[in-house]
């Protein structure tokens, strides 16, 4: 495990804010297609941020401002089988806990541990079989308790404090963000190359997989999309199964895992290396609404400002392309736009694709507030303009039905501005170029 010192700074500042309660922090379950054959093993994401242990089969327990694990055992004959494990001595060597027991000593072990503490942090309700253990947990220590001993007589989710902290990026996060942002970029570069008239989809979503696993990411971050023609309009279109037409536009929406770590990149480009006089109006529109977006971006603004500049030129752009009539502030006012913008601009990204942290709050008058930008913070600028065929688009627009265009980029907020730290062609020339070689 590197970095080390970083999980032991974020489980250091967490048990400060457990104080003299206890927390319980599972990893992910393994999951079974069929039989003993296994998806592949991804840890949970807080789990994961806490500890950087990989294996299915433990929890983080953190109590009396110590760190505990619970984890599998060594074991020769399984190790053989299903390879390595760490086991509890590594558990505290190499990964820095002050206690490590078998996993098999968990449901014994955590009435005692429940015994005198003031709160029990934990996920109620993220998964219902860790629910029914705790609560069982916790009729046991009761049971237990006899005078001078107590039970936590408070809960607390343990995601309002994590959140907060995984919502700023600390600096090993941020090197594996910009790592599985290059590879990322390597993969949309190589579709772009790859990119002929008559390929399937999937094919092209292959050149993006293929990149990814050479350059060491454990795979995509989300189900990559690889949208030809009208099906970049169905925003989560994930068949990627369908021929890509010459004169067609394709959309590719997808973006690496590196050490847990999501990057998250969207192009769209001409199948035939050339945009049509069409697509190229369209897609400039999106393109300055990515700038508008962007330039919007920086410490003390609020998330929700970004996607109104956005929306702003988009809106604009459906207005001058024919597809709406009628006044820019009317538009935007009456959200005229939605048939053709219907998203946010952009997202928190990392642990998760969509990370951790509220994207936007109502207050119980019903008043909305949305976070504020903070340097460290991380999230995705990801205009689009979606034109589906429908009957109900104005005669002056209908040449450009079933046109989907989204751009994106992953943004670093920084001290003064904010960094684009994802780099694939994205003008058209650009784009052209690359398709020309
Ligand atoms: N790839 C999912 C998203 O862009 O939000
Ligand atoms: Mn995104
Ligand atoms: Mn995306």
């Known amino acids: 495990m590197r970095d080390g010192a970083f999980f032991r700074e974020r489980r250091a500042a967490f048990v400060q804010a457990v104080g003299n309660g206890i927390a319980i922090v599972p990893t992910a379950r393994e999951k079974f297609r069929n039989r003993d054959n296994a998806y592949p093993y991804r840890p949970d994401s807080y789990f994961w941020y806490l500890t950087g242990f990989p294996e299915p089969e433990a929890v983080l327990v953190v109590a009396d401002g110590r760190s505990i694990?619970?984890?599998r055992e060594k074991d020769a004959d399984r190790e053989l089988w299903t390879g390595f494990r760490y086991g509890t001595e590594a558990a505290r060597e190499v990964f820095g806990m002050d206690e490590a027991y078998p996993i098999g000593e968990l449901a014994n072990r955590l009435p005692e541990l429940l015994l005198n503490r003031s709160a029990l942090w934990c996920a109620l309700g993220m998964d219902s079989e860790w629910d029914t253990r705790i609560l069982a947990a916790l009729k046991a220590a009761r049971d237990l308790s006899h005078p001078g001993k107590c039970i936590p007589a408070h809960l607390h989710d343990w995601r309002e404090v994590l959140d907060m902290m995984r919502m700023v990026k600390d600096e090993a996060e941020i090197a594996r963000m910009r790592r599985a942002a290059e590879i990322t970029a390597a993969g949309h570069l190589q579709a772009l190359k790859?990119?002929?008239p008559g390929m399937m989809?999937?094919?092209?979503?292959?050149?993006?997989?293929?990149?990814?696993?050479?350059?060491?990411?454990s795979g995509h971050a989300y189900n990559p999309i690889v949208a030809g023609g009208a099906n970049a309009c169905v925003l989560h279109y994930t068949q990627n199964d369908r021929a890509l037409a010459d004169g067609d536009l394709v959309l590719i929406d997808a973006g690496c895992e590196f050490e847990g770590y999501a990057a998250d990149i969207t192009r769209t480009f001409p199948v035939n290396g050339r945009f049509t006089a069409a697509q190229k109006d369209c897609y400039e529109i999106v393109l300055a609404a990515q700038a508008a977006a962007i330039a919007a971006t920086r410490p003390g603004v609020f998330l929700n400002q970004p996607h109104e500049a956005a929306v702003r030129v988009l809106a604009q752009g459906m207005l001058d392309l024919g597809l709406l009539t009628g006044s820019l502030d009317g538009i935007l006012e009456s959200h005229a736009y939605r048939p053709?913008?219907?998203?946010?601009?952009?997202?928190?990204?990392?642990?998760?694709?969509?990370d951790v942290g509220f994207l936007k709050r109502t207050d119980a008058e019903g008043r909305e507030s949305w976070p504020e930008l903070k340097p460290g913070m991380v999230?995705?600028?990801?205009?689009?303009?979606?034109?589906?065929?429908?009957?109900?688009?104005?005669?002056?627009?209908?040449?450009?039905a079933g046109i989907g265009i989204?751009?994106?980029?992953?943004?670093?907020?920084?001290?003064?501005?904010?960094?684009?730290?994802?780099?694939?062609?994205k003008s058209v020339a650009e784009i052209e170029a690359v398709m020309r070689t």
Request: aromatic content about 10%.
């Open 69 to 71: 694990l619970f984890c």
């Open 406 to 425: 989204r751009i994106e980029d992953d943004l670093l907020v920084a001290a003064t501005g904010v960094e684009v730290y994802t780099h694939v062609p």
């Open 201 to 217: 989809e999937y094919a092209l979503e292959a050149e993006l997989t293929h990149e990814f696993r050479r350059q060491g990411a």
């Open 379 to 400: 999230l995705t600028c990801e205009p689009g303009l979606y034109i589906a065929a429908s009957p109900e688009l104005p005669e002056a627009a209908a040449g450009l």
């Open 340 to 354: 053709f913008y219907m998203h946010n601009t952009g997202h928190w990204l990392g642990l998760d694709v969509h």
């Open 194 to 196: 790859a990119c002929q």
